[in-house]
């Protein structure tokens, strides 16, 4: 039985943008969309000041060819982000929770610029705010984004909300024999090249101590069962 209230004060969720897209694999689906906003708003109205960083890869995966400019397919899955964060905010305020779009690169007619000592203010006032454009530089991911904003608004934990239940020691749809870790070092996940984030994430979050919690996104009620300190995905962290 997990926690009568919930063990985090402020985290950050990050969803992959294939989380969004559901069974299809592309694109936004509207019942997918529907039920991570109701998991979200759940875990807001217990108190929990949430930020969201959102990917793009329902939308734009990186370079398509190989003669593409890296940068320019960069720029190009940041601009994807910011899709998925207006449909994200657009279902959360829909259901009358007040949420705020911040993006790393200026775009003033559809949302705020990030600035953190705002989005910090946002948070305190119970509104939730959602991060897009990633940091607003090429060939930095946005795991590395939800790493870096949750060290600047001090954040006590990641969630990472993923197509798959946890980290396991190898691809589980390609070889049936991996095996899932329920806890796992910074240090083992660079050391063994697990691609639960990317190495520049994982870093980050072990040099400011942050926590990171990897879950599958598709069970009923993840994100409220990991903020009340249920025991389910894999806990990433500093402890042996």
Not at 91 to 101: I, N, S, W
Not at 127 to 151: E, K, M, Q, Y
Not at 184 to 209: F, R
Request: hydrophobic fraction near 40%; charge should be negative; charged fraction near 25%.
């Amino acid at each position: 039985m997990g926690q009568v209230k919930p063990i985090y004060k402020r985290v950050v969720i990050k969803l992959s943008g294939e989380a969004l897209s559901g069974e299809r694999g592309f694109g936004i689906d509207k019942e997918v969309l529907n039920m991570v906003s109701n998991h979200i708003i759940e875990v807001h109205n217990m108190g929990v000041e949430i930020a969201i960083v959102v990917g793009g890869g329902n939308i734009w995966r990186g370079r398509n060819s190989e003669s593409m400019d890296r940068s320019t397919a960069d720029y190009m899955g940041m601009l994807a982000t910011v899709i998925n964060a207006l449909a994200l905010q657009d279902a959360l305020e829909g259901k009358g929770v007040p949420t705020r779009v911040q993006t790393a690169i200026e775009m003033r007619q559809i949302a705020e610029p990030y600035i953190r000592r705002k989005a910090v203010r946002h948070l305190e006032k119970d509104r939730i705010v959602i991060f897009a454009c990633g940091t607003g530089n090429p060939f930095f991911s946005t795991d590395t984004t939800a790493a870096l904003r949750a060290a600047e608004i001090d954040a006590e934990v990641i969630l990472l909300a993923k197509n798959v239940d946890g980290v396991y020691s190898d691809d589980p749809k390609k070889n049936p024999e991996a095996k899932m870790y329920n806890h796992i070092t910074y240090i083992e996940v660079l050391n063994k090249g697990l691609s639960v984030m990317d190495t520049t994430a994982i870093s980050l979050c072990m040099d400011n101590n942050i926590p990171i919690m990897v879950f599958g996104l598709q069970s009923e009620n993840n994100i409220k069962a990991v903020t009340m300190g249920d025991k389910i995905g894999t806990i990433i962290d500093g402890e042996v």
